[in-house]
């Protein structure tokens, strides 16, 4: 029988553990970099920063969720060259490839607007890993009065509900110490409405209210003077805060692609939307954050493209729909964002069952990523019963 071919992966995030594990499942040879020792499970940032979680609760090492078999090499991919299948790594090794799967997630660039890195060194953040969002709670939890204010730098960072998540739980802890009120919780978005989807605004704007945040819409950050305490917006406005957190500017994650033409101008990585696979190249292909597929960069959507890819990879004529399913979660309730390239995020209901499963969610997330071909029928099922077009119809 012939040998399977050889799958080179970048980077051990969710969509890079999901494909290599999948192929090396089915009889693949694969071999993943990675630059860390630990995986972050990311939606922990927010529980570290504004509820005070241990961050161990949401670290595993890299080496407990890839399979026997995998070969998994430590170190930072610093070049792509596909018409010569090569990568190259900060340290000199260069490894070549039958097929090539890019994950390596989005890339932060903090000093895109002024006084952004200078923030983050005072304050933390929520979006840059848990020491930062270790340094966001001790900030945020010695606050006895004053102004939180979660913002953003740009309207196209991941997970779209995350700042308003973080609203809703930091508003959480202040309530259980008393403080709601003195400390008042501002959220600036940087869109029309509550929330970048209409419908979902609608839903999610009177909870807001009922949870004592204050939203300020068409807030676009363009600088931060750390001094003064001020933020000011694209749209002219100014906003005072006491502690501030701004989400980043995103960008691709590499500075050296062959040929350039294969990324856009932000650096994300030109993909058939349908196949993932990198415009020009039938061997490689780009899942996650780092591609420019017009959908949410997400947790869920990584997942779902390293299945899709994966299986392409197998055969199989898998198509990748643009799939999301954001939690955004309340005071002990949550909603999913769903949407899809066809179909934008459907109107959805608050319920406390949709937050268990949400909660659930973590317990099943180690296992997922390291066990995919187990955890596929379970996931699928979910996704099918919970599509666009049919919760447009019957609602949810
Ligand atoms: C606060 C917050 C809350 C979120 N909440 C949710 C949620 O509730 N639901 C949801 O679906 N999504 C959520 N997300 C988004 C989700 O975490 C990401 O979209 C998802 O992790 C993307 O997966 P990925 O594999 O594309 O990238 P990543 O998971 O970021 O993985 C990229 C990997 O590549 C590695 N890497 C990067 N550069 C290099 C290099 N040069 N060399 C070697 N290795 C490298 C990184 O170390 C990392 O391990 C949230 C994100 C944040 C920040």
Redesign the pocket.
Known sequence: MAQKKQVLV?????????AGNYLAANGYRVTI????DY????????WIAFRGHDPERYMRR?TELVKPGVELVK????EINLAERLVK??DGREFSYEYLVV?????YDYDAVSGNRELLEKYGD???GAEH?RRLWQAFSSMKEGTLVIAAADPG???P??PH??AFLAAETLRERGLLGKVKVVLAVPFVHEYSSENIARIVAPKLREAGIEVKTMFTVESIDVEKKKLYSLEGEELGFDVATV?PVHRG??DKVEPETAVDEDGFFKVDKHTLRIEGYDDAYA?????NTPT????????L??EVVAERIMGYNAVFTGR????LITDGEALFVISDYEHPPVPVRFSKFKRLL?DM?IAMYWPSLRDPEKWSPLFRAYFEATQPKILAKLGW
Do not use: R
Request: hydrophobic share 45%.
């Open positions: 970048l980077g051990a995030g969710a969509g890079g553990l999901i970099v990675e630059k860390n995986h972050l499970f990311q939606p922990g940032m927010l890299v170190g930072v991919v610093t790594l900060s994950a390596l997630g989005a890339a929520f979006f840059s969002a960072y991941k997970c509900p995350a998540k973080a989400i994650p590499l899942v996650g954050d780092c591609n949410s960069k997400t947790g869920v959507t990584a997942h493209g390293g999301t399913n954001c939690p949400e969610f």
